[in-house]
């Protein structure tokens, strides 16, 4: 239940962030709460033994209302080179790719919550955190890195049985 609460929470603070502005302090500290909200939801659910399907599928749309914020204000103010752009998009579509696949293969939609794939998340949630000590360009490039080698490493796992 609470960790519910936290991840509802998320959800809220992701809306604050759509009526702030992207350099003030209130949208830097909503910016990390949201960070902050999606590492605990998960972490107090698996200690208190409280996961659940509602609480997964909340995850997933916190996820969603985080991302959409993040893609309306934060990726505006940063000064991305297009050829990341074009990197950034054969990821997806490799990424979406995947995920069709493997739907297939299993016979269900599942995104795989791996540790490539938190690493992954977490670059991209620092990505603008850092923009002042890092060039941009060298920042987005190495997030682009670490997708491209978490997309082929769920590649590698679409055709054959994996073992355990």
Known sequence: M???VITFSRIIFSL?????????????????????????????????????KTGAALDSIADLFFCAA?????IPVMDI???????????????????????KKDGKISIEHSLMN??????IFILPLSIHAVN??????????????TVIVETTGISGSSAQ
């Not at 080179?81 to 739907?103: E, G, N, Q």
């Not at 938190?118 to 670059?123: D, F, H, R, S, V």
């Not at 941009?136 to 080698?149: H, P, Q, R, S, W």
């Open 136 to 149: 941009i360009a060298f920042g987005a490039a190495f997030v682009c890195l670490i997708a491209t080698i």
């Open 81 to 103: 080179p297009f050829r990341i752009w074009i990197w950034t998009a054969m990821i997806a579509a490799i990424k979406i790719t995947v995920i069709i696949l493997k739907s």
């Open 118 to 123: 938190k690493l992954t998340g977490a670059a």
């Open 70 to 74: 993040y893609a309306m204000k934060v």
């Open 2 to 4: 609470i960790a519910n």
């Open 16 to 52: 604050l962030l759509l009526i702030l502005s992207p350099d003030s302090f209130a949208f830097a500290a909503l910016y990390l709460l949201c960070g902050l909200t999606d590492v605990l939801d998960g972490f107090i659910a698996r200690k208190l033994h409280t996961e659940s």
